[in-house]
């Protein structure tokens, strides 16, 4: 078979060997058909191999030097929710409560016409306690509702007419699972938590399909710039009311030949729902295997959402947490789930043959989780079906062995793994003592023998995989003085991580067999950084930067490309905390 395109001069790490070689990697129909290593051919003067591939069609890309890695993959991100958030009115890249308020003023002013303002991105630290007061919006737009989703997603800030508009008032009790900040009198203060949040749903507008499909578009771009080559959706709906359905945005973006990436849905396990909504999730999944090549879309993961955040003391603590006094408080944080009820589900979920995958961020909720896919197994049986719990920001010791126990792979949120501010003033000081040297346990996790995959949750913190292999290496954010979080046992080597980014999500995304590493027969997805990682000192990681990206054999980014504002990586360092 004839080489259509050979990419050549460079470095590349396959993901097979213990770092990169000097090789050339051919590639057909969309496919790798040779990987040399260069050097051993010139010196067995070999005029056959991946030479006898090129033809005179044949496009030879020269690499000048450059690392070639299997493409980036992301086991936890929200690329549809991202993308309509970068429509409305982003508050990402605000340094400052000022600013925020004057980027909400300026919204305001550029959008006349819309009866809501609806945004996110606003971080906790930039306003004391985390909790923004409602009065800071009224300054600027006191005639219309204004709803502002913050960084982490557990929480919303909103102005008095928002409240007004859903009918809250003091005497409004806080709902199962949520909790609104309050005015000495009870009055609603402006910021909202958790269960909260849907308070605001029947009075919010609907998103239509049309910003949801243009959202997609645009996070599409910008991913593909930070070398994403496929993903699994965190976070994809049962649609309510007029709100458009996230399952079918991909359906007719993959049917129009607009989605590029290679996408895994995980359908969102609702939990006022109950045991109902498994038909439905089910011929859902049904429905798109029936349609569509499940290496470039499929529904066959369920995303159960187990507890909330340590920021708002609503991630499940075994430990209490403490107050601003240090003294112990009655508050272990919330179960979105009683733990014999998570472990029917689950186990339901699992005889269905879908994967489970757990936002369990609080050591009790692990555990929770754990217990559950135990139950399950022992119900049904071993399989291969991949469960894996994201976040992992606190594990109780004995709860290490069991991830390799039960097959469970540890989903990495690297970038989150260092000082910065949220984590030094709204996270640590309110949990037991020693917690930080426990804090992220990615190298624990990996010494007990756990499969570590890893994600971002963009637009929680930036997608950017280069800033997170730094932390994860270094256990500090890029350009920060800070000491690094916790031990150095803690730290995972630059080829775990990046392992991690590549056949580690593969696997978790069932793509492991087409995908991932880069040898002859597997599609040619892959990155291409202008620096070699596996060659620059630990603290400059952070310098690499993707050149291009390419899914099933097609470049679909080229850096030296001109480039629309929305294809700019963001800011490589942005708070931590999940969905």
Known sequence: MHAEILLENGWVYTGKDAGPIRADIATAGGRIIAVENAQDARDAGDAGGIQETIAPHTRRVDLQGQLVLPGF????????FAG????????????????????????????????????AGWSMDLFP??????????????????????????GAWANTAAFKAAGITKETRDPEGGRLEREEDGTPAGTVHEGAMDLFNPVKPEVPYELAYQGLMASQKLLLAQGITAWQDAWVPIPEGGHADHLEV??????AGDLKVRVTACQWWDRTAGMSQLDAIVERRDSVAGAFDPLRLNANTVKVMVDGVAENYTAAMHHVYLDHHGHHTDNRGIEFFEPEELKEFVTAIDAEGMQVHFHALGDRAVTDALDALQAAREANGANDHRHHLAHLQVVRDEDLPRFAALD???????LWACHEEQMDTLTLPFLEPGAEDRH?????????????????????????????????????????????????????????????YTHGTAWINHLDAATG?????????????????????????????????WIGGECVYDRAAAQSPLTETRSSHQPAVTQ
Request: with cysteine; hydrophobic share 40%; charged share 20%.
């Open 440 to 500: 992220y346990p990615f190298g624990q996790l990996a010494s007990a023998g756990a499969t570590v995959v890893a994600g971002s949750d963009w637009p929680v913190s930036t997608a950017d995989p280069i800033a997170a292999i730094h932390v994860a290496v270094n256990r500090t954010a890029p350009g920060e003085d800070l000491p690094p979080l916790g031990p150095a046992s803690q730290k995972l080597s630059l080829k775990q991580i990046v392992d991690a």
């Open 250 to 255: 991909y359906q007719d973006a993959a049917k």
């Open 517 to 549: 590493t880069l040898e002859p027969g597997k599609l040619a997805d892959l990155v291409v950084l202008d620096l070699n990682i596996f060659e620059l000192p630990e603290e400059e990681l952070h310098r690499a930067v993707v050149t291009q990206t």
């Open 84 to 119: 309509i958030e970068l429509l409305q009115c982003d508050l990402t890249e605000v340094a400052s409560a000022e600013e925020a308020v004057e980027t909400v003023a300026r919204y305001a002013a550029d959008n006349p016409d819309q009866p809501w303002i609806l945004g």
């Open 408 to 414: 469970a792979a540890a989903n990495v949120q690297a």
């Open 129 to 154: 306690g985390g909790t923004p007061t409602r009065q800071l919006l009224d300054t600027v737009v006191p005639d219309r509702p204004v709803y502002l989703v913050n960084r982490d997603h557990h």
């Open 73 to 80: 993959q992301d086991a936890h991100i929200h690329p549809i």
